[in-house]
C-alpha cells in the first residue's frame, strides 16, 4: 500500500478537509516528480523551465515565436520571460531577430544547438517519465490524466 501524504511528512493531525490533503498531495507529487527532472536536465546545464521554452520553440519551427507566446505555453508560469530567453540565447540554444517595423517585436528561434541538445534528451527524459509514473499502467495514466484535467477546469 502507498505511503499516505500524512506519513510521508510526518505530520501527525488529519488534514482539516480531504480538499487540502488532495491540494498538498498534488503539490507534493509535482515537487518529487520536479526533483528528479531537475537533476536529470542538471548535467546539461538546463531547468526544467528552460528545457520546456525549447521544446516550445521547436514545436513553433522556423516561423518562432514571441516572449509572450513562450510565457504563455509554459508548463510553469515564470515572472519573468525575457531573462529565460536570454539565458538560453547566452546559452546558444535560442535565437532572437527584431522584425518588422515594430522595433518592440522580437522573434524567438531555437538555433541547431539547441535541436541538437533536445535530441539528445529525448530518450533520457522519456525514461524518467516512464520511471516515475509507469507503474501505474495505462489506464491509470489516462484516469489520473482526467482528473488534473478536471481539477484545473475546476468543473
Known sequence: MPTTLRAEIKQTRPFRTLEQEAALSIARTAAVLEHEITEGLRARGLTP???NALRI??????????RNEVRDRLIARVPDATRLLDRLEAMRLVEREREGDDRRFVTTRVTAAGLALL???EEPVIGIHQGQLGHLGRRKLR???ALLAEARDRG
Open 57 to 66: 520553440l521547436r514545436g513553433a519551427g522556423a516561423a518562432g515565436l514571441c
Open 143 to 145: 484516469m489520473l490524466i
Open 49 to 51: 523551465t528552460q528545457y
Open 119 to 121: 535530441k539528445e534528451l
